[in-house]
Every structure is written in structure tokens, then in C-alpha cells.
């Protein structure tokens, strides 16, 4: 559903969240509420995984299928999803954890970047700085909820 | 459109580092420089951990904040002053 130009809010100001930015924010709150929903009871620590799966689904599905590191972050969301029902076994996805040893730079970075293992060079750096936009842009948005979110829960 | 299994040039090659050197914050460009690749992936690489961590320590002070909530009032809350932002 696309938004219309119209703003409901009588703000004059630009708003900080266009179109695309707005529909990452609903998922990721839409997510949120999932959560509070369905565990109210649990451990800060799980809840607060979940809520990093959370944050790293919403960006993963808001970029789609266009891109090698949303796919790669889809895979392995619902990968670990599969194991942790099977296992029961609780595990954050999207955050690969691994010491690093003496490698290359550019290794370094296929590693980190999902799905950047065995790219080329070319692909690794255009799809960094795809990453790199919208993971700082989740930050700004789970920043943005936490400042909102926080004085005035009731 | 440029075969990317030939031989890529360097032309866009630069272009991407510097594309990749213009989202890092200022503070990490001044340390990546500007002739080094190398320099610039580390930096870059630095720079996703740290968003990581990020993402860890707000995904707790959320979880917090969520402990705290008790009715789904305060989550239209939340989505009402984000909207505002």
C-alpha cells in the first residue's frame, strides 16, 4: 500500500520516515508487539533476542528478495527458526559470532555481510553498502522507538 | 551492461570504495584515508560491528522498556509519537 503524499500529521517539519522507512518501522513495530504478546513473561535475555531477530527480519524482509544480503538474512532466519523448533535450542540469527583470526580484509568483511562468503569483490562492495544504509537505519529506528517509548510506557 | 566475470575496471572499483567510504561516519573516513582499500575495509568492517553492538544493546533496553508495559495502549503510544518524530 503505497502512502499518499497527504500527512495526517499537521507537522511542518519534513517527517523523518518517508514512505519506505515508514513501512520497515510498522513491521519491526508490528514485530514488537508480537513479542510483548506472546511471551509477556519471559527473560529479559530471550525477549530481548527475539527482538533482535526482530530488527534483523524487518530489515531483511523490507529490502525484499533484490538483494544477496536480504536473502541470505531470510535463509538463515528461517534456517535457525527450523532448528530451534526441532532442538529447542535458542540462537540470535543476523549477528554472526566467530573469532577472527588473521584474514584478509575483504574476508573479513564476506563475513560479516550475509550471504558475502564466496562473492566477488565487485558484488561484496555493492552489497556492503546496501547493508550498511539499512542496518544504520534500523539503529536509528530502534532508537527513535526507544526514545518514544520509554518516559511515557504506561 | 558490463560482464562482471570479465575483467572489472578499476574505474568501478574506485568508485564503489568510494561509495563504501562516503556511508561510513565521518569520524571512521578520516581513519580509513583515502588511498587505501585495505584501510577502508577495515574500517567498514569495524564500523558493522559496532552497528551490531547497537542493534544488542538496544534490542535489551527494549526488552526492558517492554517489561514495563503492561497494556497495548502503550503501544499505540509508541507508534503515535514515532509517527510525530
Known amino acids: 500500500m503505497k502512502s499518499s503524499t497527504r500527512n495526517p500529521n499537521p507537522n511542518p517539519d519534513t517527517p523523518r520516515f518517508g514512505p519506505s522507512k515508514l513501512m520497515v518501522a510498522f513491521r519491526f513495530l508490528r514485530a514488537l508487539t508480537l513479542v510483548h504478546r506472546t511471551a509477556p513473561n519471559s527473560s529479559n535475555a530471550a525477549r530481548s533476542r527475539r527482538i533482535q531477530r526482530a530488527a534483523f527480519a524487518s530489515m531483511a524482509y523490507s529490502a525484499g528478495p533484490r538483494r544477496a544480503w536480504s536473502r541470505a538474512l531470510l535463509w538463515r532466519l528461517h534456517f535457525h527458526?527450523?532448528?530451534r523448533l526441532c532442538a529447542g535450542r535458542s540462537r540470535a540469527a543476523g549477528v554472526p559470532?566467530?573469532?577472527?583470526t588473521t584474514r584478509s580484509p575483504a574476508d573479513e568483511l564476506r563475513r560479516l555481510v550475509p550471504g558475502g562468503t564466496g562473492m566477488d569483490y565487485c558484488s561484496l562492495l555493492e552489497e556492503t553498502a546496501d547493508y550498511i544504509r539499512c542496518l544504520s537505519e534500523q539503529v536509528k529506528l530502534m532508537q527513535s522507538v526507544v526514545d518514544s517509548g520509554g518516559p511515557r510506557g504506561r | 551492461m558490463s560482464n562482471r566475470r570479465s575483467r572489472v575496471s578499476e574505474e568501478e572499483i574506485n568508485r564503489l570504495v568510494s561509495k563504501l567510504q562516503s556511508l561510513l561516519p565521518e569520524t571512521r573516513q578520516r581513519g580509513a584515508g583515502r588511498a587505501s582499500a585495505a584501510k577502508l575495509l577495515k574500517e567498514t568492517c569495524n564500523y558493522i560491528r559496532s552497528l551490531n553492538r547497537d542493534v544488542d544493546d538496544l534490542s535489551d533496553r527494549l526488552s526492558a522498556i517492554m517489561a514495563t508495559m503492561d497494556s497495548?495502549?502503550?503501544?499505540?503510544e509508541m507508534v503515535r509519537s514515532l509517527l510525530r518524530s
Not at chain 1, 97 to 100: D, K, Q
Not at chain 2, 72 to 76: I, P, Q, V, Y
Request: aromatic fraction near 0%; charged fraction near 40%.
Open chain 1, 97 to 100: 559470532r566467530r573469532p577472527s
Open chain 1, 81 to 83: 527458526r527450523a532448528r
Open chain 2, 72 to 76: 497495548s495502549s502503550a503501544e499505540a
